[in-house]
């Protein structure tokens, strides 16, 4: 399988592939992302999950469980990181190949308006047409004009008609605890044996 991480025509020199050292940064913007999605209470990312997630074996394989790009405010190689681009494989069973899903981009408010976030979501465009991919998709808060008229500026449009569902916290417990129990009883284990 192709690295999809990988463009071979860079067109923002300021935009790169994320790397190990750049961990501490992206996990303060990360940070900064869910204070500004006005739900810091929700975000516990920690350095050593995203070196985890990026550069660790993914738990399906030997590759990685996610992808990333940074954006730096100059093209030097010691720039400050100052946005980032998380996005992973997903497929499409009705086009039958892949697309990114892109989880987040930002790029800090003083550096907006530079291009930098464009810059970004042109790399994973060219990534996906690159390798042959359906598509790039990602959510957006309701609320949040500044980044839809920036995606509709790209045409990028709503997906109007679908609506995302999570199963998350006590939720997934519970229907985890329900698969559970409907695993014991499709092995027979834990039932009353049945009448003859």
């Known amino acids: 399988m192709a690295d999809p991480t990988d463009p071979t025509d860079p067109t923002d020199p ?9 961990m501490n940064a992206v996990v303060g913007l990360v940070h900064d992302l869910a204070e500004y999605e006005k739900l810091p209470q929700l975000c516990h990312l920690t350095a050593d999950q ?6 660790g074996a993914g738990s399906f394989g030997s590759a990685p469980a996610l992808y990333g790009l940074v954006a730096t ?17 997903n497929f499409s069973t009705w086009e039958g190949v892949h697309g990114i899903y892109l989880e987040d981009l930002y790029v800090r408010p003083e550096h907006r308006g530079s291009g930098l976030g464009k810059a970004m979501l042109l790399r994973l465009a060219a990534i996906a047409a690159e390798r042959g991919y359906a598509r790039v998709e990602w959510s957006v808060l309701d609320w949040n004009a500044p980044s839809i008229a920036f995606y509709e500026s790209l045409r990028a449009v709503p997906m109007t008609g679908w609506t995302v569902y999570r ?8 229907a985890a605890g329900a698969a559970g129990s409907e695993r014991v009883a499709d092995k027979g284990e834990g039932t009353s044996p049945q009448p003859g």
């Open 14 to 22: 300021r935009v790169r592939l994320a790397r190990p050292g750049d």
């Open 50 to 55: 995203l070196t985890a997630a990026l550069f």
């Open 73 to 89: 405010e100059s093209p030097e190689p010691d720039a400050a990181v100052v946005g980032y681009a998380l996005y992973f494989l």
């Open 167 to 174: 199963l998350a916290g006590t939720a997934l417990l519970a």
